[in-house]
């Protein structure tokens, strides 16, 4: 069984929107926090934002903050990621991830290795 299984990629014009959607099982949904990572061809994986399973705490890399949104459902366990104004330079292929315990609620965002269960990515590719 998959733990984490990404969907609402897509191909996209500069300026629009896409919402991905993280869900979850197998594990304690309530207990981890959330985060979503991007890895462009050529370029090192890297953390976008983060969330912690009360929901109420989020950090945002630089590049996206503003622009893009992290949330929780945890009845539902399902994690999101609002994605708006999308760039070229968003293009990469999407992942979430779920780190046992808390997030701590400044940067920067924790590094790939802290998180314990990791999706299989989906593409996002903004078109200009």
């Known amino acids: 069984e998959v733990p984490l299984v990404e969907s609402g990629g897509g191909l996209v014009q500069a300026g629009g929107s896409l919402r991905l959607s993280c869900a979850a099982s197998?594990?304690?949904?309530?207990?981890?926090?959330i985060g979503w990572f991007r890895q462009a061809p050529g370029k090192e994986r890297e953390g976008v934002s983060c969330?912690?399973?009360?929901?109420?705490?989020?950090l945002y890399a630089d590049s996206v903050k503003g622009r893009f949104t992290i949330s929780r459902d945890n009845a539902k366990k399902r994690a999101y990621l609002q994605m708006n104004n999308l760039k070229p330079e968003d293009t990469a292929l999407y992942f979430c991830?779920?780190?046992?315990?808390?997030?701590?609620?400044?940067?920067?965002?924790?590094?790939?290795?802290?998180?314990?269960?990791w999706g299989q990515g989906i593409q996002v590719t903004v078109s200009s």
């Open positions: 991830a779920a780190m046992r315990g808390t997030m701590v609620p400044k940067p920067p965002l924790p590094g790939a290795y802290e998180y314990d269960y």
């Open positions: 197998g594990f304690s949904f309530d207990d981890y926090a």
């Open positions: 969330i912690n399973s009360d929901e109420d705490e989020t």
